[in-house]
């Protein structure tokens, strides 16, 4: 049962327009959330997270929403370059558990973010 | 460069066969994370270790092994590998005390034959 779910495999979007990536979760037990990027042969890289007690963080490029009514987040990229081009995951922890729990993350499927010139 | 580095960078190995994966961080972080990558799931926590001495299991923790004897070093032991566990194996790190977010090695891609 996927507690965290991207549900478009993929997307594809112009240089300079905006890319937006949505994740929903199931476990109300979720507060803090994050955003991975990765390269091919690569690990996964931080890019933003958001705690439960906000509803938006900022990031240069990067906006991260937050919608705990509808267990919803998205990921706004603008604008959108070529080198964003990646595979996004979304990441979910229930940090209540204790302090420890942060690096114990539930993951989505991913999407893969083609940025076209 | 302070990171992770995790070896092999790939193995075929055959089903039945032991195999270690390792993982070794020089950023001094208390807590390291095995995850496997597998297409349409995600990444998926196999074990995890809070601090030197401490061990846990994770979402996926079934045919898999982990030590941890000091801060730095997590290898993963695969003890009799079955065809499932083909995938893509990631170590991570981070100060599980505060909420830094983890850092990921560039993986290990394993094909069980």
């Known amino acids: 049962d996927q507690q965290v779910k991207q549900n478009s495999p993929s997307l594809s979007v112009q240089e300079g327009r905006i890319s937006i990536l949505n994740c929903d979760y199931t476990n109300s037990m979720f507060d803090y959330f994050l955003w991975y990027k990765k390269y091919p042969a690569e690990g996964p890289t931080f890019l933003i997270s958001?705690?439960?007690?906000?509803d938006k963080n900022e990031d240069g490029r990067f906006t991260v929403f937050l919608n705990k009514s509808a267990k919803h987040l998205s990921l706004h990229i603008v604008p959108s370059q070529p080198g964003d081009s990646a595979v996004y995951f979304c990441?979910?922890?229930?940090?209540?558990?204790?302090?420890?729990?942060?690096?114990?993350?539930?993951f989505g499927q991913g999407t893969i973010l083609t940025v076209h010139p | 460069i302070a990171g992770i580095t995790q070896a092999p960078t790939s193995q075929i190995l055959a089903a039945g066969r032991r195999m270690t994966l390792r993982c070794t961080q020089d950023?001094?972080?208390?807590?390291m994370y095995w995850y496997r990558q597998d297409l349409g799931l995600g990444l998926r926590l196999i074990h995890y270790s809070n601090t030197a001495g401490t061990t846990g299991k994770g979402e996926v923790p079934d045919g898999y092994s982990v030590s941890r004897a000091n801060t730095d070093d997590f290898p993963l032991t695969l003890a009799s590998a079955v065809p499932s566990q083909t995938s893509v194996y990631f170590c991570a790190s981070s100060d599980s005390w505060t909420s830094s977010p983890l850092h990921f090695g560039n993986g290990t891609r394993l094909t069980v034959t």
């Open positions: 990441a979910a922890s229930a940090t209540r558990a204790g302090g420890t729990s942060y690096g114990k993350l539930t």
């Open positions: 958001i705690s439960s007690i906000k």
């Open positions: 950023m001094r972080h208390n807590a």
